[in-house]
């Protein structure tokens, strides 16, 4: 089968509405078919190159279009899947607080919370698209014949210690920025001025940095699993040969 033809069929896979049965197998006919792109040497409208570049190219509009969302105001504050409660170590702050009125100082921290993940989730782009960049055909093969989350665990896999370390000290400068800093020390103040309760410390900066990642990572699964179904959707030249032959 020529690389055209095979890569056609491929698109075709990912493409259309797929059935139950053929969802069923459909990681075995992506493997099969990246089998035959690879080794055809003949008819290279399309090249194995182009392919493994196409793929590149789409998860760089994911994570783009990931990063973008949650960037924006209310990204993650308004958003139920991903939004930031406080931690729980500030379950028994918050309560007391209440019982003098002052359980608002709370909710502005709660809120706080949200805005520095929003603010520092637009810096992980450049980490996402490092990690892309060094993606090899064998990665990219085991991401084409994989589950619809595949490029997701490959990225955890190969991100999240890098990533973490890397967002830590943004992470901390928009606490800052935000106010969030402010407004944890000023509640744990009040509480502290209350007789009798007991010592409670929170990391907001850890915290935050573990409850962002993983926000990135649950749309990352969302928009790769759009990919594959859609994959006309993406714009790029790339895309538009790869994915946009008729």
Not at 47 to 75: F, P, T, W, Y
Not at 145 to 157: I, L, N, S
Request: glycine fraction near 6%; proline fraction near 4%.
């Amino acid at each position: 089968m020529s690389i055209t033809a095979a890569g056609m069929l491929f698109i075709a896979l990912c493409s259309s509405s797929v059935s139950a049965e053929a969802a069923e197998s459909w990681w075995e006919k992506g493997s099969g078919i990246l089998r035959s792109l690879e080794e055809s040497s003949t008819d290279t409208n399309i090249s194995v190159e182009e392919i493994g570049a196409g793929l590149k190219d789409a998860l760089r509009v994911s994570s783009e279009n990931v990063v973008k969302q949650l960037g924006r105001e209310d990204g993650f504050n308004k958003d139920p899947d991903i939004h930031i409660p406080l931690p729980q170590q500030l379950d028994t702050v918050k309560s007391l607080l209440a019982k003098v009125g002052m359980s608002g100082m709370l909710d502005d921290l709660e809120l706080k919370l949200n805005r520095a993940a929003e603010q520092a989730a637009p810096k992980a782009k450049n980490l996402f698209w490092k990690a892309i960049k060094e993606m090899s055909f064998d990665d990219a093969k085991k991401i084409y014949g994989g589950p619809e989350d595949a490029a997701t665990q490959y990225f955890r896999g190969k991100m999240s210690s890098s990533l973490s370390a890397e967002m830590q000290p943004v992470v901390k400068n928009s606490l800052a920025e935000v106010g969030a800093v402010r407004a944890y020390d000023n509640a744990m103040t009040q509480y502290r001025s209350i007789p009798f309760v007991p010592e409670v410390k929170a990391d907001i900066t850890d915290y935050v940095l573990e409850k962002g990642v993983d926000g990135i990572f649950h749309y990352m699964a969302i928009e790769e699993a759009a990919i594959r179904r859609n994959p006309a959707k993406r714009t790029t030249d790339l895309l538009k040969l790869l994915f946009g032959a008729k």
